[in-house]
C-alpha cells in the first residue's frame, strides 16, 4: 500500500506565496515521475509542474516564472513554491507520483488527496 499525503495549503493573499509539500509513504522500492496538478472550481484538472527522479523539470506555460517543483529523493517528497499568487490560481492542488514497489516490475500512477488553496484578500 502506498499514499501521497500533501500539505501546506490555506489562504493567502494575492502576491503572498505558499509552498505545498507531498509525502510518499508506504511500501516503495522506486519513484519515477513526481508532480502537481489542480482542479479549480468548475475546471478540469490541470498540470503544475512535474520533475523527474534525476531533477529535469516541466512546467505548465502558465506557471513558468511563478512556480518552482522540487523533490528530496531521500524522503521521497515533492514540493511545489508558489509565488506572486493570483486568485485565479485558487483550486485543489493533488499530488501526482509513478510508485514501484518491491517485487513489481510495475510504475503505478498514485495520486494524493489534495490540498485546498485559496488566493484571496
Known amino acids: 500500500q502506498v499514499q501521497l499525503v500533501e500539505s501546506g495549503g490555506g489562504l493567502v493573499q494575492p502576491g503572498g506565496s505558499l509552498r505545498l509539500s507531498c509525502a510518499a509513504s508506504?511500501?516503495?522500492?522506486?519513484?519515477?515521475?513526481m508532480g502537481w496538478y489542480r482542479q479549480a472550481p468548475g475546471k478540469q484538472r490541470e498540470l503544475v509542474a512535474q520533475?523527474?527522479?534525476?531533477?529535469?523539470?516541466h512546467y505548465a506555460d502558465s506557471m513558468k516564472g511563478r512556480f518552482t517543483i522540487s523533490r528530496d529523493n531521500a524522503k521521497n517528497t515533492v514540493y511545489v513554491q508558489m509565488n506572486n499568487l493570483k486568485p485565479e490560481d485558487t483550486a485543489v492542488y493533488y499530488c501526482?507520483?509513478?510508485?514501484?514497489?518491491?517485487?513489481?516490475?510495475?510504475?503505478?500512477?498514485?495520486w494524493g488527496q489534495g490540498t485546498l488553496v485559496t488566493v484571496s484578500s
Open positions: 501526482n507520483a509513478d510508485i514501484q514497489s518491491p517485487g513489481d516490475y510495475r510504475y503505478l500512477e498514485v
Open positions: 508506504g511500501s516503495i522500492f522506486s519513484i519515477n515521475v
Open positions: 520533475i523527474a527522479s534525476g531533477g529535469s523539470t
